[in-house]
């Protein structure tokens, strides 16, 4: 596996893939040598000019997503052979909810065929190998509460990032 760290508008993410594609984006901590740290132990720290080129293409997806509030992932690839098919489904599905809208868990779950699993949404949610690109922060409880978020800053960060997308909640 390889990676890189970027910088962006919310701090330094880090992008990790495989030859199959995206395998995680690991979003800014308190300190940037701690994204730097937890990217080593997973990935091979590469540069970007030496990455595929639909990896250039997420990195300008990422930080158009973070300065603008808009963005398109289609066509980059990627690799969830490690996730429980379950959530697979779930992160699937969630990949259609363009910036600027929300969903709550149970919509979701009954999206994915299973009314009753909105809890096991949001432990798919809280295991997101890929936020953003799997926009996991577009997922709010019932009541138009913000729910839970398990990146750095919690549910600031959640805010912040529907914020962006023009989403007040």
């Known amino acids: 596996m390889r990676g890189i ?18 395998v995680s984006l690991m979003l800014p ?19 970007l000019q030496d990455a595929p ?10 930080r158009t997503l973070l300065s603008t509030g808009k963005t398109d992932f289609t066509g980059i690839p990627l690799d969830l052979a490690g996730v429980p ?14 910036p600027g809208t929300v969903i709550t868990y149970s919509q979701l779950a ?15 949610m809280a295991k997101n190998p890929l936020p953003l690109v799997i ?3 577009r997922v709010i409880s019932s009541g138009k509460s913000p729910g839970g978020f398990s990146a ?11 914020s962006r997308e023009g989403v007040k909640l």
Do not use: M
């Open 5 to 22: 760290l970027i910088e962006t508008d919310i701090g330094v993410c880090g992008l990790a893939w495989s030859p199959a594609g995206l």
């Open 53 to 62: 080129q639909w990896i250039n293409r997420a990195v300008t997806a990422i």
């Open 152 to 162: 750095y800053g919690g549910v600031f960060t959640k805010l912040s990032l529907l």
């Open 110 to 124: 009954r999206q994915c065929g299973n009314p009753r699993a909105a809890r096991a949404v949001g432990q798919a």
């Open 135 to 137: 926009p996991c922060h």
């Open 85 to 98: 098919p379950f959530h697979r489904k779930v992160y699937q599905r969630l990949k259609k909810v363009p």
């Open 29 to 47: 901590g308190a300190d940037p040598r701690e994204v730097a740290g937890d990217l080593a132990r997973a990935a091979a720290i590469t540069s």
